[in-house]
């Protein structure tokens, strides 16, 4: 149950973006990287697919002109709204279409409508809430498979946003929002009401401590009361759950042994909006690495700082 977490309230940045990634730890993924002839900047999922630099699929991203892509699997409680559980397309195509078009501009982009008019097969993959935006601009979108767009993070609007696999804002019926949804929108905006003059370094930090609040006892997920997915819906950060053959964590390759927050990732925007800063934090990435490593003792951080395009 993947979570994205933004604002444009913090007073030195013009965004901050936080995302966790919640996979199976033995779903084969790259480390995020310079692809496309060093132009997009994003992980690789290569679960379907060997390592490529020209045909790749991803779940977050960035490129040199400011663009910014992440898709999150939607979980949908009526079944009958719901896509087919197996599509010919890849929902990671979404972001790296967006993220490689150098040509056009935000404007022929910024609905469900258009999408599917730049990239026909959106209507083929499996169910989704997708963010993007363009970074120099300052105007984001989130659209999903049901045909919705939302206008979000509006200045002098609504300057947060949270979203998970659940319907964004459950405008329709779909019932409360997630545990999890709340507690990161409450932890986000504690953290820039309590904003003072410090380090870029020492907000990263605060940052991924909002992105690693577990709100879970060691027992819930130890002793297993609840389904997988029960529990992943309640914590911002999900550690190594244990997974059985009936739960459903609206995955579309369940493989290995353990699910879990297997990476962040941390984008900040600065205030001119001429400067993107880049880290990831990879936690785990196969199942060995349950035992080891957690939020506090990651296994692999990589950092990319670069000015962006005009």
Same mark, same amino acid.
């Given at each position: !149950?993947?979570?994205? !977490?933004?604002?444009?309230?913090?007073?030195?940045?013009?965004?901050?973006?936080?995302?966790? &990634?919640?996979? +199976?730890? /033995?779903?084969?993924?790259?480390?995020?990287?310079?692809?496309?002839?060093?132009?997009?900047?994003?992980?690789?999922?290569? /679960?379907?697919?060997?390592?490529?630099?020209?045909?790749?699929?991803?779940?977050?991203?960035?490129?040199?002109?400011? &663009?910014?892509?992440?898709?999150?699997?939607?979980?949908?409680?009526?079944?009958?709204?719901?896509?087919?559980?197996?599509? !010919?397309?890849?929902?990671?195509?979404?972001?790296? $279409?967006?993220?490689?078009?150098?040509?056009?501009?935000?404007?022929?982009?910024?609905? #469900?409508?258009?999408?599917?008019?730049?990239?026909?097969?959106?209507?083929?993959?499996?169910?989704?809430? +997708?963010? #993007?935006?363009?970074? $120099?601009?300052?105007? #984001?979108?989130?659209?999903?498979?049901?045909?919705?767009? +939302?206008?979000?993070?509006?200045?002098?609007?609504?300057?947060? !946003?949270?979203?998970?696999?659940?319907?964004?804002?459950?405008? *329709?019926?779909?019932?409360?929002?997630?545990?999890?949804?709340?507690? /990161?929108?409450?932890?986000?905006?504690?953290?820039?009401?309590?904003?003072?003059?410090?380090?870029?370094?020492?907000?990263?930090?605060?940052?991924?401590?909002?992105?690693?609040?577990?709100?879970?006892?060691?027992?819930?997920?130890? %002793? &297993?009361?609840?389904?997988? /997915?029960?529990?992943?819906? &309640?914590?911002?950060?999900?550690?190594?759950?244990?997974?059985?053959?009936?739960?459903?964590?609206?995955?579309?390759?369940? %493989?290995?042994?353990?699910?879990?927050?297997?990476?962040?990732?941390? %984008?900040?925007?600065?205030?001119?909006?001429?400067? %993107?800063?880049?880290?990831?934090?990879?936690? *785990?990435?196969?199942?060995?690495?349950?035992?080891? +490593?957690?939020?506090?003792? $990651?296994?692999?951080?990589?950092?990319?700082?670069?000015?962006?395009?005009?």
């Amino acid at each position: !149950m993947c979570i994205l !977490m933004a604002t444009r309230a913090h007073p030195n940045y013009d965004l901050v973006l936080l995302s966790n &990634r919640d996979e +199976f730890f /033995a779903r084969k993924a790259g480390a995020a990287a310079w692809r496309r002839d060093n132009y997009v900047l994003s992980p690789c999922d290569v /679960a379907l697919r060997p390592l490529s630099q020209k045909d790749f699929g991803t779940w977050i991203g960035v490129n040199r002109n400011g &663009r910014i892509a992440t898709i999150l699997n939607l979980r949908l409680s009526d079944p009958s709204k719901a896509r087919p559980a197996l599509c !010919m397309r890849s929902r990671g195509k979404i972001p790296t $279409t967006f993220l490689s078009a150098s040509e056009s501009s935000f404007d022929e982009w910024n609905s #469900y409508e258009k999408y599917c008019q730049q990239l026909p097969s959106l209507k083929d993959t499996g169910d989704f809430n +997708f963010f #993007y935006g363009d970074c $120099t601009k300052g105007e #984001y979108v989130i659209i999903d498979s049901l045909g919705d767009t +939302f206008q979000v993070l509006r200045e002098n609007d609504d300057e947060y !946003m949270v979203v998970s696999n659940d319907k964004f804002k459950n405008e *329709h019926g779909d019932g409360p929002r997630w545990q999890k949804v709340d507690l /990161a929108a409450q932890t986000l905006r504690k953290l820039v009401a309590d904003t003072n003059v410090g380090s870029e370094e020492s907000l990263i930090q605060k940052l991924f401590e909002v992105a690693s609040v577990n709100s879970l006892q060691r027992e819930d997920y130890e %002793i &297993r009361h609840e389904k997988a /997915a029960e529990l992943a819906m &309640r914590t911002v950060f999900v550690p190594p759950l244990k997974v059985s053959a009936n739960d459903d964590l609206g995955t579309s390759v369940p %493989i290995g042994t353990y699910y879990g927050t297997r990476s962040q990732t941390l %984008i900040l925007v600065s205030k001119d909006r001429s400067h %993107i800063t880049y880290v990831e934090r990879i936690i *785990h990435d196969c199942d060995l690495d349950a035992q080891q +490593f957690d939020s506090h003792r $990651t296994k692999t951080e990589n950092r990319y700082d670069f000015d962006l395009q005009r």
